[in-house]
């Protein structure tokens, strides 16, 4: 008998042998069951007994002598010792393969011996019957008390990890309250310092009907300028008084009010602009410009150090637009002035004459700058000599000549002057 005991953990393998159950006080060694042992019938079935052996010694004799009378086996008849011979070979046989009954009745019980001695099939399977179902019950408890036990360890496992898992929380919640206290301890920390500046702040800091102003207070009084956010977005700054002195809103810069003067410093005051009762005055390192239409425009004027210029040419003062001058002994003086340009030519108390040929072939004697030339030619008087006349011209390219008209020979003189004023050809105005 096998029984296998399956747990959590494995299985566990039984094996009973050798079970003998009898009934009685009395205990007698192992011996075969009932069912493994034949009764007389059994036997008879199985074994032969010796009239039968006999009986079947003689029957084969027979059929041998048979066999040999009717020449199956040769033509000669078997003889008496022949027919003795096969008969002893064939009870030898026989011996050798049977049990006799005596020899049965000696080895087996016999059906009445073995009821006395051993418990019936029907007893015996009672028996195994009851022992199944005793060892079946103590199976099932055992595997009752293997599910239990792992369900035991199943629970034991779970509630250790739930016991890792609530110290890991505990831990987590223990250094979360700490960074919460450290934290609550900062903000506290923050909050009186803000407290302490609060404290300081209100010796300079006061709400008022119009904002918030700041400012040196002394005994509930602001004492000095001081600057008031007004409630619309706009910055003041008030004297000792609290009168406005400076306002700066979203449209309009004042300065200076209640005072005769205010100055708007620029770049560590190389630049400036000053406002005062006898005008406003601009001042700068280098150039003043001021433009018309937009900074890229070229409606422009700019004051630089040697004069007022507009669109990059210069107005004021006057200055000198000549770029050449070819005759040392006649003297020519070109300016340009408030958008004018004078070109004055002589010749004064030169020894000897010169003589200046007819227009055809006038004499170049200087030249402007072309930006200062006329837009068309310009003929001066500047002399009379003989009846003819001596003329000044000023080219478009700037070229300035001197020739005889009313002579086809030209004339010699001694002295000549003149003046031409006229607006260039590219004029401001």
């Known amino acids: 008998m096998q029984c296998n005991w399956k747990t959590g953990e494995g299985s566990i393998t039984f094996r009973l042998r050798n079970v003998k159950l009898e009934r ?9 069951a009932p069912e493994d042992l034949l009764t007389d019938a059994e036997a008879a079935q199985t074994y032969s007994t010796k009239s039968y052996v006999d009986q079947t010694a003689r029957t084969v004799s027979l059929g041998v ?12 008849l078997a003889t008496a010792s022949d027919i003795t011979a096969a008969k002893d070979s064939i009870t030898s046989t026989v011996s050798q393969t049977y049990l006799s009954k005596t ?27 009851s022992l199944t179902v005793t060892i079946s019950s103590a199976m099932s408890k055992a595997e009752s008390a293997a599910t239990a036990a792992s369900n035991a360890q199943n629970t034991a496992n779970a509630a250790k990890n739930n016991a890792a898992t609530a110290q890991s929380t505990a831990n987590t ?33 006061k709400m008022t009907s119009d904002g918030v102003r700041v400012g040196k207070i002394s005994n509930g009084n602001f004492t000095g300028y001081s600057a008031l956010v007004n409630s619309d977005g706009s910055f003041d700054i008030l004297n000792a008084s609290g009168a406005v002195s400076s306002r700066f809103s979203d449209s309009m810069i004042e300065l200076g009010k209640n005072h005769s003067a205010a100055t708007i410093s620029m770049l560590n005051g190389s630049g400036s602009i000053v ?35 507009y669109k990059n040419r210069k107005i004021f003062p006057p200055f000198n637009v000549l770029e050449k001058q070819n005759y040392s002994d006649i003297t020519i003086e070109a300016y340009s002035h408030a958008g004018f340009v004078s070109v004055n030519v002589r010749r004064w108390n030169q020894s000897g004459t ?51 008209l009313y002579s086809d020979h030209g004339i010699n003189v001694t002295s000549f002057g003149g003046l031409a004023s006229y607006l260039p050809k590219n004029a401001l105005l």
């Open 103 to 129: 020899d049965a009745t000696n080895t087996y019980l016999n059906k009445n011996t073995a009821a006395s001695t051993y418990a019936t099939k029907t007893e015996v399977k009672q028996t195994s019957d």
């Open 173 to 205: 919640a223990k250094t979360n309250a700490a960074a919460a206290q450290s934290t609550a301890n900062t903000a506290n920390s923050n909050a009186q310092n803000a407290q302490n500046r609060v404290g300081n702040l209100e010796t300079c800091i």
């Open 354 to 404: 010169a003589l200046f040929p007819p227009a055809s072939n006038r004499s170049i004697i200087g030249k402007l700058n072309p930006d200062y030339a006329p837009k068309q030619g310009i003929d001066v008087l500047v002399g009379i000599q003989d009846n003819a006349w001596l003329e000044m011209s000023i080219e478009p390219n700037g070229n300035i000549g001197i020739y005889a």
């Open 65 to 76: 002598v048979e066999e040999y009378k009717n020449g199956q086996h040769g033509s000669a």
């Open 24 to 32: 009685g006080a009395k205990a007698t060694d192992w011996s075969p």
């Open 275 to 309: 406002a005062n009762t006898n005008g406003l005055d601009i001042s700068s390192p280098k150039n003043v410009q001021l433009t018309a239409g937009g900074k890229n425009s070229s409606q422009t004027f700019m004051v630089k150090g040697d004069g007022v210029y």
